[in-house]
């Protein structure tokens, strides 16, 4: 199994950028296609962003296209999300999650992901 660690999170001004990290450790996370969700108290779990096991292909819900950046490093074992252009509704929790799946169909399903990392708070004031 892949244990993953968010970091990155903050309080940032509405408009600013955030890199949100997502380090692996256990077994190499390019055996792992893997996603961004974030969670508002009270809200279910919404899914961000997705990229597959070699980075070549992405996947992004409407709300966040062309201000968040996925991507990863398979050396550095990490997976990162670029976030610019920020809005008070990005505020969340944000979870990295990970999936060995050969085939992911339902990338924004919960239930794709078997490993999940604590979470990060993303704060973004108006």
């Known amino acids: 199994q892949v244990q993953l660690v968010e970091s990155g999170g903050g309080l940032v001004q509405a408009g600013g950028p955030l890199r949100l990290a997502c380090a692996a450790s256990?077994?190499?996370?390019?055996?792992?296609?893997m996603a961004w969700f974030r969670q508002v108290p009270g809200v279910e779990l919404q899914a961000v962003s997705f990229?597959?096991?070699?980075?070549?292909?992405?996947h992004y819900v409407d709300p966040v296209k062309g201000r968040f950046t996925i991507s990863r490093d398979n050396v550095k074992n990490t997976v990162y999300l670029q976030m610019n252009s920020l809005k008070p509704e990005d505020t969340a929790i944000y979870y990295c999650?990970?999936?060995?799946?050969?085939?992911?169909?339902?990338?924004?399903?919960?239930?794709?992901?078997?490993?999940w990392g604590q979470g990060t708070q993303v704060t973004v004031s108006s």
């Open positions: 990229i597959n096991k070699s980075g070549t292909s992405t």
């Open positions: 999650a990970a999936t060995n799946r050969q085939f992911v169909l339902r990338w924004t399903t919960e239930n794709t992901y078997d490993q």
């Open positions: 256990g077994r190499t996370v390019s055996t792992y296609a």
